[in-house]
C-alpha cells in the first residue's frame, strides 16, 4: 500500500480509497451546507452581490452539521474529567469519540498513535511538538526544516536547542521552485547522519499548495534513522492521507493540523504522534485533569495518554464539531473531495495563467508537481494589497494578499520580481513583498472561479482608474478614498445581544 | 584576517543593518555607479544574502567574487561589474 503524494502519484491513489467510501452524492449534498456561502455585502459602486469566499487556506467556512451536531449536544453539555453524573460521562464519551473519528480520517491504528487537543490550531500542536521531539532527542542537534514552511512548523524548531538547517526545494527549468529537493535532503541527511533529531516538513505549502512527495521523503528520512514531523494543516481537509499506509516506508511519527481550516471554526488543534514520544515526558503545561495526587512538596502525574498531556478542561464542544467533520470527510471519501477540488484547481489555473498579465507562482506542472487548491499570484504593475483590495470592494471576492506566515519562501518565489525592482526605497518594496493567495475548498464552485478571473480582467484593464481610488493609510494598507465597508453595521455584538434580550419570554 | 575585508580598491556598498531583500537591491543600485570592471564590496549582517547575491550573479552574468566575515557578524559580498553592466547601466 502507498501513501499519498508521489510526484507521479498525484491526487488518485487506488489503494488510498480504503480511508474512505466512494460517495459522489454525499459531496454534492455536504458541500452547499456551510455557514457562510449566502452572504452578501454592499460594494464601492453600490451593489449589493454574493461573497466569493476564496480564503479557506486561512480558515475554512463551518460545515453546518457539525454545527448542528455540537447544538444539539450542547443540553447535555458539562465538564469531562468525572464519572460522577451523566452529562459529564457523555462528555468524556465525546472526547473519545472525536478523537476516535481524528485517529480514522488519517488511518492511524489508535495503539500506536495519541490524538491529543493543543490550543486553537497546527501553531500550538506544532510548539509542542518541538517540545515532546526534542525531549525524545536529547543526543541529538540537528533539525531539518523544509524551506517551504509557514512560520509555525518552522519557528517553534528554531528555539528548543537544536540547530535548524532549511532543506531547499528543487527548482524547475523556468526557476520555479517546486516541492523539497530531495538530492539535497538526502545529502543534508548524509552530511548530519547521528546527529539530527528530526525533519519537521509541511505534506502541503499554505503559500502554493504544493504537495511534498512525502513517501519518499518519510523513506529517506527513516533511511537515515531521523523522525519525522508532518504539518498537515493544509493537506488534511482536502486530500487522502493514510498514517498505516506510510508505515511501510517508515512511518510518520507525528502530525499536526487545524481544526479551524477543516470546516470546524472553534475547535482546537491536533497533534498525532507515536505515544513512545510521550514516555516519561513532563508536559509543559500543568494543572487539573493531569495528575494522580498532589502534595504540598510534589505531585505524581498519570500514566494515560491522551489526558497527560492535556492539562485544564478540554475544548468539548470544539472536539465534537472536528469529529463530525472528520466523520463525514471519510463518509465523502477524500479521494472524492480530492478529485472534486483539482478539478477546480485546474480550471482555476487555466483561467488565470491564460491572463497575460498574471504571473502565478510556484511550478506550473501540476502533474509532476501537485498542489492543492491554492494558487498565488500577482497582476504585472499592481501591489499584491491592491489587487486584493479591488477584488473586495468592487467584486466582493474575499480573498488574501502578502507573505501569509511563510516570508523566507515567498521571498524565494517572488525572487525574480525582487530582482527587476528598480526602487529600493523600503515603503515601496514592503508593498511588493508578497502576492494575491486564492485558495479553494470542499464548498468552491466555478461560479466563484468566474467571478474571480472576471475580477481580475476588470483590474487589468482599469489599472490607472483603481489606483486613483486609492491611498495607503498609516497601517500600509490600501483603503478605497471614499468607500468605507460599514462592518460594525453588518454584524454589531452589542446589538445582536440586545436583539437576543428583547426576544427572551417575559 | 580581518584586515582582508574589504578587499582593496572594492567600492564598499554598505547595506547594514538592512537584510533581504534590501542588500540585493542595494548591491543592484551601487552597481550603477561602479566603473566596468570594478570590484564591489556588499557589507552586510545578512547572511542570507551571500546565496541571493550569488543566484542574482549566476542569472545576470556578472561574475560573483566570494564572501568573507568580519567581526560581529559583518559580512563582506563580492561582485564583479561587468563591462556588459557598464553599458547598460543596469546589471
Redesign the interface.
Known amino acids: 500500500m502507498t501513501a499519498y503524494a508521489s510526484p507521479d502519484q498525484h491526487f488518485l491513489l487506488p489503494d488510498v480509497q480504503s480511508v474512505g467510501t466512494l460517495n459522489e452524492g454525499l459531496l454534492e449534498r455536504v458541500r452547499t451546507r456551510f455557514w457562510g456561502l449566502d452572504v452578501s455585502y454592499q460594494l464601492a459602486d453600490g451593489r449589493s452581490v454574493p461573497r466569493s469566499y476564496l480564503d479557506s487556506a486561512a480558515s475554512t467556512l463551518m460545515l453546518q452539521p457539525a454545527q448542528q451536531l455540537v447544538q444539539t449536544y450542547l443540553n447535555h453539555y458539562a465538564n469531562s474529567h468525572s464519572a460522577t453524573h451523566i452529562s459529564s460521562r457523555i462528555a468524556s464519551s465525546i472526547l473519545m469519540w472525536a478523537r476516535d473519528q481524528i485517529l480514522a480520517l488519517v488511518d492511524a491504528p489508535a495503539s500506536e498513535y495519541a490524538c491529543v487537543f493543543a490550543g486553537t490550531g497546527a501553531t500550538a500542536a506544532l510548539n509542542k511538538a518541538a517540545d515532546v521531539f526534542r525531549d525524545a532527542h536529547r543526543d541529538k542537534e540537528i533539525v531539518l526544516i523544509s524551506a517551504m514552511e509557514h512560520h509555525s512548523n518552522d519557528l517553534p524548531h528554531r528555539v528548543t536547542g537544536l540547530k535548524a538547517v532549511h532543506v531547499p526545494l528543487a527548482v524547475d527549468a523556468q ?1 520555479n521552485p517546486g516541492a523539497i529537493d530531495l538530492q539535497i535532503l538526502e545529502s543534508l541527511l548524509r552530511e548530519y547522519s547521528g546527529r539530527t533529531a528530526y525533519l519537521a516538513i509541511t505534506l502541503a505549502s499554505n503559500v502554493t499548495g504544493i504537495v511534498n512527495p512525502i513517501s519518499e521523503v518519510v523513506a529517506l528520512a527513516k533511511g537515515h534513522g531521523v523522525s519525522v514531523l508532518l504539518d498537515v494543516a493544509q493537506a488534511l481537509p482536502h486530500v487522502p492521507l493514510s498514517l498505516r499506509a506510510l508505515e511501510s516506508v517508515g512511518g510518520v511519527d507525528a502530525i499536526a493540523f487545524s481544526g479551524h481550516k477543516m470546516y470546524a471554526p472553534g475547535s482546537p488543534g491536533v497533534l498525532i504522534a507515536r505515544k513512545s514520544l510521550f514516555v516519561e515526558r513532563e508536559p509543559e503545561h500543568l494543572g487539573g485533569g493531569i495528575v494522580r495526587d498532589v502534595y504540598k512538596d510534589g505531585f505524581v502525574m498519570i500514566d494515560s495518554l491522551p489526558s497527560r498531556e492535556e492539562a485544564g478542561t478540554p475544548n468539548i464542544t470544539g472536539a465534537l464539531a472536528l469529529g463530525c467533520v472528520a466523520d463525514i470527510l471519510r463518509r465523502i471519501g477524500m479521494d472524492v473531495v480530492a478529485r472534486h477540488e483539482n478539478e477546480l484547481l485546474r480550471i482555476l489555473w487555466q483561467e488565470l495563467s491564460a491572463l497575460p498579465e498574471v504571473r502565478l507562482y510556484g511550478s506550473n506542472d501540476l502533474d509532476r508537481c501537485p498542489r492543492i487548491a491554492i494558487v498565488p499570484f500577482n497582476v504585472c504593475g499592481l501591489e499584491h494589497g491592491l489587487v486584493a483590495a479591488i477584488l473586495n470592494d468592487y467584486h466582493n471576492v474575499a480573498l488574501r494578499s502578502g507573505c501569509f506566515c511563510a516570508h ?1 519562501y515567498v ?1 524565494e518565489l517572488i ?2 520580481d ?2 527587476a ?1 528598480e526602487d ?1 526605497s ?1 515603503e515601496v ?1 514592503a508593498r511588493r ?1 508578497g502576492m494575491v493567495r486564492v485558495s479553494l475548498a470542499l464548498y468552491s464552485s466555478r461560479e466563484d472561479i468566474r467571478r474571480l478571473v472576471a475580477g481580475v480582467r476588470d483590474v487589468i484593464a482599469n489599472k490607472d482608474a483603481y489606483r486613483a481610488l486609492y491611498r495607503v493609510n498609516e497601517g500600509g494598507d490600501f483603503e478605497h478614498v471614499s468607500f468605507r465597508c460599514d462592518d460594525k453595521n453588518m454584524f454589531d455584538p452589542t446589538a445582536q445581544v440586545t436583539r437576543l434580550l428583547k426576544e427572551l419570554p417575559r | 584576517m580581518n584586515a582582508m575585508h574589504p578587499r582593496e580598491g572594492a567600492l564598499v556598498i554598505d547595506t547594514v543593518p538592512k537584510r533581504c531583500p534590501f542588500v540585493l537591491l542595494g548591491l543592484k543600485k551601487g552597481l550603477l555607479g561602479a566603473e566596468a570592471g570594478q570590484l564591489v564590496a556588499v557589507r552586510t549582517i545578512d547572511p542570507q544574502a551571500v546565496d541571493d547575491i550569488r543566484r542574482y550573479c549566476l542569472a545576470s552574468a556578472l561574475p560573483f567574487e566570494g564572501s568573507g566575515a568580519v567581526d560581529d557578524g559583518v559580512l563582506f559580498i563580492y561582485v564583479r561589474k561587468s563591462a556588459v553592466s557598464a553599458a547598460a547601466g543596469s546589471p
Open positions: 526557476g523566507p521571498r525572487q525574480q525582487i530582482w525592482m529600493d523600503e518594496v513583498l
